[in-house]
């Protein structure tokens, strides 16, 4: 069975995954180094597992988003300081 993997810490992309099975909260991928089926849970705060490319493709832009958004927030924010810190007197 085939997965779409969306990571979303340090890289943004997307990995197709075949598992062996799955639950409700996680997947079983055959690590190959290793020789055994190994059980990953289906969201962490890094990744998270879709079942088409475009689900995952449609998570990892409003993920984007979302940091965008508040990027900008946080830089609003220190604008105002800025502009507050320039505008002191002696």
Do not use: N
């Not at 088409?52 to 105002?80: G, H, M, P």
């Amino acid at each position: 069975m085939i997965k779409f993997k969306a990571y979303y810490y340090v890289e943004w992309k997307i990995e197709t995954v075949e598992i062996s099975r799955e639950t409700e909260s996680s997947v079983f991928i055959l690590d190959r180094y290793q020789g055994r089926i190994r059980r990953y849970a289906k969201t962490t705060s890094y990744e998270k597992y879709f079942d088409t490319w475009e689900d995952a493709y449609i998570f990892l832009v409003a993920e984007a988003q979302k940091r965008s958004l508040l990027a900008y927030r946080r830089y609003e924010e220190a604008d105002k300081i800025l502009k507050a810190v320039r505008a002191l007197t002696k």
